[in-house]
């Protein structure tokens, strides 16, 4: 039994193109034709892919009509795959193919989609008629073609995968709605940033950001106004975040920011709360909108927490802010761990009702 070694190299997959290059070097040496080609029908087009040419002077990328094609005929069933001598074939003799190249022998076998749909054809043209014996080949040429359709099909399934992973990442670290950071994506970086805080002491900020009364909005004016509105924010504050920091949608109208350095959090909160300060006109109708901050930061010295416990000082300083009347910023400090302390600590990340923290600081 063979042992597949870890020095041993693993093939790369054969590529659609690199399939196409193999097979007609094979046929070229098997059955020699002025011209082999792998040919793609777009709309009312035939593109010549992959050519080995030594009588036309067709490059690979030259295109052609459809119509004039005899690959037409040969995929319509209306000529056979083989034909010896194309002048005694009534219906490619015709060919409006024939009046630009001598083609007077014609091979060809239909390549498809997944979905059997055809993709184009694995073909040869030559300038003199052949045997009649040349049909013996027909099998090697229909197991090539179906051996390409399968590697496209293949190929095709890849892409679609790679695809499909783009997209489920998208969704997993971009918010729908306004394009900002989702709360996973927030999470990992700030995860990244106290691993980095841990071994190499720096500091960080994390601001952590809650409309004020964004529920009337939406009982007032609907949730397709509320939307509205959060797009908006979203597209007032993005620019004010600096290349390496994270503005990220937590959900609702939860916004939280990680700000890398010692004083950045303080001075892009403060622009925040400016730009919530003015009159925003939502469908005809002026809303003054305001926000309560928290701010949470961890200087040079802390020792790391956990990203929750980070988050949770954040979230306890916004709820401060709201207790103090909203549209406020207030910065985690010993009164609001005290009382934060005071609380239950929960298992994960989470909020609690403005009413707890403002008793817990009775």
Same mark, same amino acid.
């Given at each position: 039994m063979d042992v597949i070694t870890s020095g041993d190299r693993v093939p790369a997959l054969l590529t659609f193109e690199r399939a196409c290059a193999l097979v007609l070097d094979h +046929? !070229? @040496?098997? +059955? =020699? *034709? #002025? +011209?082999?080609?792998?040919?793609? &029908? %777009? !709309? !009312? @087009?035939? $593109?010549? +892919? @992959? $050519? &080995?040419? %030594?009588?036309? #002077?067709? =490059?690979? #990328?030259? $295109?052609?009509?459809?119509?004039? @094609?005899?690959?037409?005929? *040969?995929?319509? #069933?209306a000529s056979p795959q083989v034909v010896a001598d194309v002048g005694a074939d009534p219906v490619m003799a015709g060919a409006d193919a024939r009046q630009a190249f001598p083609i007077e022998a014609y091979v060809g076998a239909p390549i498809r989609s997944a979905e059997g749909e055809l993709f184009g054809t694995l073909c040869g043209f030559n300038p003199h008629r052949l045997d009649a014996a040349v049909e013996v080949h027909r099998p090697l040429l229909d197991l090539l073609a179906s051996l390409l359709s399968q590697i496209l099909q293949a190929e095709g399934l890849r892409e679609r995968a790679a695809e499909r992973e783009v997209e489920l990442h998208r969704r997993a670290t971009t918010d729908d709605l306004t394009g900002l950071a989702t709360r996973a994506a927030f999470t990992d970086r700030l995860d990244h940033a106290l691993a980095l805080h841990r071994r190499d002491p720096r500091p960080l900020t994390v601001v952590m950001l809650d409309l004020d009364d964004f529920k009337d909005v939406n009982d007032s004016l609907g949730h397709e106004a509320g939307d509205e509105l959060l797009r908006h924010l979203a597209d007032e504050w993005a620019p004010l975040v600096r290349p390496g920091d994270t503005l990220a949608r937590l959900g609702g109208d939860e916004f939280a920011l990680l700000v890398h350095g010692s004083s950045g959090g303080d001075v892009v909160a403060a622009r925040l709360g400016e730009i919530l300060a003015g009159t925003y006109s939502l469908t005809g109708t002026d809303l003054r909108v305001g926000v309560s901050v928290g701010v949470a930061h961890l200087a040079v010295e802390d020792t790391t927490p956990t990203a929750a416990e980070l988050l949770r000082r954040a979230d306890a300083a916004m709820y401060a802010a709201k207790r103090a009347g909203k549209g406020r910023i207030v910065t985690h400090d010993e009164a609001v761990a005290a009382a934060l302390a005071r609380l239950p600590r929960p298992t994960g990340v989470a909020r609690h009702d403005a009413a707890e923290v403002a008793g817990a600081a009775r």
């Open positions: +046929l !070229a @040496s098997v +059955l =020699p *034709m #002025g +011209l082999w080609a792998v040919t793609q &029908r %777009e !709309a !009312a @087009s035939q $593109v010549f +892919l @992959s $050519v &080995r040419d %030594e009588a036309y #002077g067709v =490059p690979a #990328g030259a $295109v052609v009509p459809w119509d004039a @094609s005899l690959c037409q005929h *040969m995929t319509t #069933g």
